[in-house]
């Protein structure tokens, strides 16, 4: 079993900033790569950034470049998401992802949170 538990969403003011961050626990035998989506309503789930446990390679998508920032602690099987200059276009239920093999069996999985509420209102 693996979960990966999100926190630190709430409502922030236009221009703003929040920071998220996902744990990722249980029977973890390695972490590929971990990420954020995010889903506002009436709208499909989508990608907001990613990062890759072995370089730290990132990808954004272009809505956020230049203001969210994703950083992991390896150690820690953590993954965060740094956002900056918050607009209410980014307002949705943020959800965490991970690629991780499990102990038993060796073989990876995507595993999601439960999801956390960013609302970014005046």
């Known amino acids: 079993q693996v979960q990966l538990v999100e926190s630190g969403g709430g409502l922030v003011q236009p221009g703003g900033s929040l920071r998220l961050s996902c744990a990722a626990s249980g029977s973890i035998f390695s972490i590929n790569a971990m990420g954020w989506y995010r889903q506002a309503p009436g709208k499909q789930r989508e990608l907001v950034a990613t990062?890759?446990?072995?370089?730290?390679?990132?990808k954004y998508a272009d809505s956020v470049k230049g203001r969210f920032t994703i950083s992991r602690d390896i150690a820690k099987n953590t993954v965060y998401l740094q956002m900056n200059s918050l607009k209410p276009e980014d307002t949705a239920v943020y959800y965490c992802?991970?690629?991780?093999?499990?102990?038993?069996?060796?073989?990876?999985?995507?595993?999601w949170g439960q999801g956390t509420q960013v609302t970014v209102s005046s």
């Open positions: 992802t991970g690629t991780i093999m499990t102990l038993t069996p060796r073989i990876y999985g995507d595993y």
């Open positions: 990062i890759t446990t072995t370089g730290g390679s990132t």
